[in-house]
T-cell receptor, first 111, second 116 residues
């Protein structure tokens, strides 16, 4: 079945630094979504990418969808303590109504 | 606006006891509904999803079951809980495939289940 892998599993970042988390799917996706889960909370939808090579920005967050539509990345610049949480990517294939979630990247920020 | 409710927020149950978790959605019609389980510090495991009343797709064979008695109600059940059923149970909804092109999912606050 479809698998979605995320690396790294953990990311310790100094406040103010940049980092990137990566997402790779075993199959071609129709779209990929990113979610953020704060400690103790539930996942919250951040963004969806649909087109091959698409790049979208949300303030300090930059999301990219690979040309082959099998991988994606999230880049955060000038990390802040508010960025703490677990970031999940989730892929959807053309058929079906379900998402396959990656294992998440847990981000810890050192002030 | 749409709202999703889950209850209870926390639950402690002994091994072998039954389970019933309820999820309801307001402000939308014919949503796709999902049950996920999240072990501590881990990712989201899809358990069941439903595209309509009485239509349930099971993703992981285990001692859990789901039902959708009404359009905006989704119930997760078990006849006898196991220790391995402990976790954070999340309900989510998304727009129906025929009318929504985005499929983003909106999660409820979750139920933290501890089986002792």
């Amino acid at each position: 079945g479809q698998q979605v892998m995320q690396i790294p599993q953990y990311q310790h970042v100094q406040e103010g630094e940049d980092f990137t988390t990566y997402c790779n799917s075993s199959t071609t996706l129709s779209n990929i979504q990113w979610y953020k889960q704060r400690p103790g909370g539930h996942p919250v939808f951040l963004i969806q990418l649909v087109k091959s090579g698409e790049v979208k920005k949300q303030k300090r967050l930059t999301f990219q969808f690979g040309e082959a539509k099998k991988n994606s990345s999230l880049h955060i610049t000038a990390t802040q303590t508010t960025d703490v949480g677990t970031y999940f990517c989730a892929g959807k294939t053309a058929a079906g109504n379900k998402l396959t979630f990656g294992g998440g990247t847990r981000v810890l920020v050192k002030p | 606006s749409q709202t999703i409710h889950q209850w209870p927020a926390t639950l402690v149950q002994p091994v072998g006891s039954p389970l019933s978790l309820e999820c309801t959605v307001e402000g939308t019609s014919n949503p796709n509904l999902y049950w996920y389980r999240q072990a501590a510090g881990r990712g989201l495991q899809l358990l069941f999803y439903s595209v309509g009343i009485g239509q349930i797709s099971s993703e992981v064979p285990q001692n859990l079951s789901a039902s959708r008695p009404q359009d905006r109600q989704f119930i997760l059940s078990s006849k006898k809980l196991l220790l391995s059923d402990s976790g954070f149970y999340l309900c989510a909804w998304s727009g129906p495939g025929s009318t929504s092109g985005t499929y983003e999912q909106y999660f409820g606050p979750g139920t933290r289940l501890t089986v002792t």
